[in-house]
């Protein structure tokens, strides 16, 4: 997905962000969720190759 819109900076505490989430609708909430799910997954499965990133392999 293409967003032509600038890019805006805020910041805000968790509480404010839990607030502004508990307006959106309940398909928003769905598609943020599987937003987070999928950044979260891919954080994870980083911190897990570089764990076990080795330039030498042996059995």
Same mark, same amino acid.
Not at 12 to 17: G, I, K, T, Y
């Given at each position: 997905m293409v967003n032509n819109m600038p890019q805006l900076s805020l910041k #805000?505490?968790? %509480? *404010? &962000?839990l607030e502004l989430v508990q307006q959106l609708s309940q398909e928003e909430k769905i598609k943020l969720s599987q937003v987070l799910e999928k950044d @979260? =997954? $891919?954080? /994870? =499965? @980083?911190?897990? =190759? %570089? &764990?076990? /990133? $080795? %330039? *030498?392999?042996? #059995?």
């Open positions: #805000l505490e968790f %509480d *404010q &962000v @979260t =997954l $891919n954080q /994870k =499965l @980083t911190e897990f =190759l %570089d &764990v076990f /990133k $080795n %330039d *030498q392999i042996s #059995l």
